[in-house]
């Protein structure tokens, strides 16, 4: 009992220097009004996404049979659909899947497109050479269409489209982090740790790799925004969610053909696309301010 | 070089009580908390101290030159009869460059890559300079070249015509202007004794070696031929031997130019080699004021002695080097009273409760410590 | 004369020439000279002061010894083994014995990771420690080079230059080495804090009777931790003698020359002394001149010194220059 009360304590003071950093970058972001806004506002939508089953009046998928096309009211504050279901429900449960869609997509191409551009970076060569070319391929096809292709090969529904962006989107992470990594390659802490006897594989992950999450970070969060208006793109196209699911942008599709009878159901919706994004380009930007040189206090 | 300092000088640069400090998330960093500083005219006064003590504060804030979340929250900077701290940012313009020139430590960071060194020398000169004269000289001289090869009576008679206008020249063209003030880069880059000057003026930053890049700078510098010439660890980034060249040649053309040096710098060889007076400065404030020669033979204050200790001597041979205890305090948490009380083997109970002036103990040598009152 | 048994270093003949690519294909345009045939001995415990200005290839020298720029010629023997030509997990052996410490103490840091992981890295490497082990080890080095215990799960921006440098220190002291390349080690920090961190060097290299090759250019802080002091000039070693010697008498040009342009604090002795202004500037490595790589600049060149290079000869008892001049 007393090792592990022991290893416990240990293990937060560990962190201890982390979270100090931590608490720094928060009070430099708070500076900034913009990022303030954009942070309340995505963490509305994610509370949203997390507690739907208790903040939405309805279930996604529910149908009230007299209530289709009713303009926004009390009971149904943004509005039915032609099936009767309540919009204001359907977008907070669209907000789980697109925030998820979201972090999954940016969540495995920023993994995958770190490993590989650590060790294309830091080895060179002809490992370099050959993983870039790889990547060259995948950055040849206008990201739009490639994922379409893979959507529609793999068939239309979310976790395929899921797939089909992140293969569309790892690349240029490779990219961004084979570039942090040519630069940290360089530098002096790199030559001390080949000094002490070092592999290479200790020196990609233990070294390159830590130093490569501010950049990374920054991307991420940007992206974040763009995944989400992308994968609701690709919905309304109809390479995504299916006919009837509470997604944003099968929504917007469901909405198109009565906006002129039922405006609400496509707008709040593309509201919910817009806002969203909208936050999480503020905080992105942000945090591409707050992040480098200022750290060097 | 020896300035006869029995003869009150005139003083150029008047500092009073300034205080320049920096609001960051830690706290309030008192970078310079209330200094004093005289320059007179045409002496080279050296400004030492270690990291952290605020000398290039010292600088940055005489040029008004300081960034949020710096502030010069106090004080008074007077030079030749104006206070810098009360001027507008136009007026200021005019002064930096012109009046108060600066070069600055890393002379590759410092300098414009993408210009040659010519654009960059005949930009100040425009800036400052009223180059009409220079260019109407110009014409005649040319016109009186073209004349030696081919005589010409229309070419006498424009050339009598040009030199009646001398007195009042008329307006240039830009073109004329720019002319006229690479011909004066030229000038002052042949004063600062850059070998082939000519071709200087027409190549970028990076062809040059690290030497004579700070050389352009120098040339840049001093070419409206400024009263005031501030040197921010100007020969730090170069080699010794390099460094002796610049040290030489600033020694040469001081008179030359007829500029006052401020040289700041934390190497006390630098300031033995060509400084008549020298102020030493620790933790934002300025404890030690004299000539060169009183503050090696003498110093006064513990905290120049232990530099002058820790330095490891050419002659003689001690084994260990006699060190200061402790390290330079936090800037936003200074100690109570004498700043450097708690590394200071004289310390007195008094040192602690109360901050010593700066006061003149002999001749022309300031100190601010307890132990002398 | 060599006691095999009293050196611990002997470098034969070290020559690096790094080649300058130029063009799409990357052909070959010329090398930079930067180590241009160096040999010396190193004795056990005691200091070689390597100084020169920049571009002489001092630095070069201090990463060839330990192979972390692989030499282009020349022979490296380590306690009377060749490592010249070892592979990886041989030298990995060896990278044991020999530790270095870089002159910017906050490059050479990890930025995101904490001092006690940064001085517990060498121990974890070669499986000297774990957990409880390794924690007490790297207290016991951070206590020995003047830190204490809550510096521990620190990141190093949170240090002073001469503390990191501390703790560099500490690092290269983990694996218990004999030899330690020092390369600027105080030339990046302030007078006082250079002055503990020499005087911590030299108690270490008592205690632990360490060797040191102190590269610098500073020919003060030289002379106060060397026994034999090498001067180097564009790639080779101009001139080499006991500490004492060398300051008595520089019998090279270029030797005369960088001691009389060094600043030293005494306005009285400096004023007085006679200065030797070198003219130009130090030339570049690419295409270093002819014979005698000084004569371009000394004041006492002769005709054969564009010629022929001299050689690194006795010219009095353990003093050694390249020159004609004493001939």
């Avoid at chain 2, 004066?184 to 062809?207: G, I, N, S």
């Avoid at chain 3, 030293?264 to 004023?271: A, K, N, S």
Wanted: charged content about 25%; glycine content about 6%.
């Amino acid at each position: 009992m007393n090792t592990r009360k022991n290893f416990l304590n240990s293990w937060i003071k560990d962190l201890e220097p982390q979270w100090r950093e931590f608490k720094f970058t928060i009070y430099l972001l708070r500076q900034s009004p913009l990022v303030v806004a954009g942070f309340i506002i995505i963490s509305i939508f994610i509370i949203a996404a997390i507690f739907a089953p208790w903040i939405a009046p309805y279930g996604p998928e529910e149908r009230i049979w007299n209530e289709q096309m009713q303009s926004p009211s009390l009971k149904h504050l943004f509005g039915t659909d032609e099936n009767g279901g309540d919009i204001f429900s359907r977008v907070i449960w669209g907000a789980r899947i697109d925030l998820l869609i979201a972090l999954a997509v940016v969540g495995s191409a920023a993994l995958i497109g770190s490993v590989i551009g650590s060790i294309s970076g830091y080895m060179g060569g002809k490992i370099d050479e050959a993983l870039m070319r790889v990547t060259d391929v995948f950055l040849a096809f206008p990201g739009l269409i490639l994922a379409m292709a893979i959507a529609a090969a793999l068939g239309r529904n979310l976790i395929n489209l899921t797939i089909a962006l992140i293969v569309v989107w790892w690349p240029s992470y490779a990219r961004l982090i084979r570039g942090v990594a040519l630069s940290e390659r360089e530098k002096l802490y790199v030559e001390a740790a080949k000094a002490i006897g070092a592999k290479n594989a200790r020196i990609v992950f233990r070294h390159i790799l830590p130093n490569v999450i501010y950049p990374l970070l920054v991307n991420a969060t940007l992206d974040l925004g763009s995944v989400i208006l992308t994968a609701a793109g690709l919905s309304f196209i109809g390479f995504g969610a299916g006919a009837g699911i509470a997604e944003w942008g099968r929504m917007i599709s469901d909405g198109r053909n009565y906006l002129f009878q039922a405006p609400w159901m496509a707008t709040f919706p593309g509201l919910a696309i817009l806002l969203s994004s909208l936050a999480l380009n503020l905080v992105g930007d942000g945090l591409r301010d707050v992040l480098d040189p200022r750290l060097r206090r | 070089m020896e300035v006869n300092l029995s003869e009150l000088p005139e003083t150029l640069l008047k500092i009073r009580n300034l205080k320049t400090y920096f609001f960051t998330y830690a706290g309030v960093v008192k970078a310079l908390d209330g200094i004093n500083l005289d320059v007179y005219k045409g002496e080279t006064m050296g400004l030492v101290g270690e990291t952290g003590c605020g000398k290039s504060v010292t600088s940055l804030s005489i040029l008004r030159l300081i960034q949020p979340p710096g502030k010069i929250v106090e004080g008074e900077i007077w030079f030749k009869e104006k206070d810098l701290l009360k001027l507008t940012d136009e007026e200021m313009r005019k002064i930096r460059g012109k009046e108060i020139a600066m070069v600055f430590q890393d002379p590759a960071t410092y300098i414009n890559p993408v210009l040659t060194v010519g654009d960059q020398i005949a930009e100040v000169i425009m800036l400052h300079q009223d180059l009409k004269k220079d260019v109407l000289e110009m014409k005649i001289e040319e016109l009186t070249k073209r004349l030696e090869e081919k005589q010409n009576e229309k070419l006498k008679d424009k050339i009598e015509e040009l030199k009646k206008a001398l007195n009042n020249p008329p307006a240039p063209t830009k073109r004329e202007t720019k002319k006229a003030a690479y011909k004066k880069a030229v000038e002052v880059l042949r004063l600062v004794k850059m070998p082939y000057p000519e071709k200087v003026v027409t190549q970028y930053p990076h062809e040059l070696s690290g030497g004579m890049r700070q050389r352009a700078m120098i040339a840049m510098a001093l070419s409206c031929k400024p009263d005031l010439f501030i040197a921010d660890e100007a020969t730090t980034a170069l080699d010794v031997t390099i460094q002796a060249q610049i040290l030489n040649l600033l020694n040469e053309i001081k008179k030359e130019v007829e500029t006052s040096i401020l040289i700041i710098t934390h190497d006390l060889g630098i300031v033995a080699e060509i400084c008549d007076r020298v102020a030493v400065m620790y933790a934002g404030l300025i404890i030690e004021e004299a000539e060169t020669l009183s503050l090696f033979k003498n110093p006064l204050h513990p905290y120049t002695k232990g530099l002058l200790n820790a330095i490891p001597k050419l002659h003689g041979n001690p084994s260990r080097l006699k060190t200061i205890s402790g390290s330079v305090p936090n800037l936003i948490n200074l100690p109570s009273g004498c700043r450097f009380h708690p590394r200071c083997e004289y310390a007195m109970d008094i040192c602690q409760k109360q901050e010593p002036k700066l006061i003149e103990v002999e001749k022309n040598h300031k100190v601010s410590c307890h132990l002398y009152r | 004369m060599i006691n095999s048994d009293n050196v611990i270093l002997e470098v034969k003949d070290l020559r690096k020439l790094f080649p300058i690519k130029e063009g799409v294909l990357g052909k070959i345009k010329g090398y930079v000279y930067a180590v241009d045939g160096v040999s010396f001995n190193l004795k056990k415990g005691e200091t070689l002061g390597l100084v020169g200005e920049s571009g002489c290839g001092k630095t070069t020298v201090g990463r060839c010894v330990l192979r972390l720029i692989e030499p282009t010629e020349g022979e490296i023997i380590f306690n009377g083994v060749n490592i010249t030509n070892l592979s990886f997990s041989e030298m990995r052996k060896f990278r044991r014995e020999m530790q270095i410490v870089f002159q910017d103490p906050y490059a050479s840091l990890n930025p995101r990771w904490t001092i006690k992981n940064i001085i517990g890295e060498p121990l974890l490497i070669h499986g000297l420690a774990k957990k409880r082990e390794l924690h007490e080890k790297v207290l016991e080095l951070l206590l020995k080079v003047g830190l204490s215990e809550d510096h521990l799960n620190r990141f190093p921006h949170e240090f002073s230059g001469g503390q990191r440098q501390r703790i560099c220190i500490a690092k290269a002291l983990a694996l218990k080495p004999k030899f330690i390349v020092l390369d600027e080690p105080t030339s990046s920090l302030d007078v006082s804090v250079q002055a503990q961190i020499l005087n911590l060097l030299m108690d270490l290299q008592q205690e632990l009777k360490l060797t040191y090759l102190f590269i610098s250019h500073n020919l003060s802080v030289i002379k106060h931790v060397s026994n034999r002091i090498a001067v180097m000039y564009l790639g080779k070693i101009v001139e080499l003698a006991e500490k004492e010697d060398l300051f008595a008498n520089q019998i090279h040009p270029y030797t005369k020359a960088l001691f009389s342009a060094i600043p030293i604090p005494d306005p009285e002795l400096t004023r007085k002394r006679n200065k030797i202004i070198l003219k130009g500037d130090v030339p570049s490595p690419i295409n270093p001149p002819s014979g005698c790589r000084f004569h371009p600049r000394c004041e006492y060149a002769m005709d054969i010194c564009q010629k022929q290079e001299p050689k690194l000869i006795e010219v009095e008892k353990n003093h050694f220059a390249a020159c004609f001049l004493p001939a």
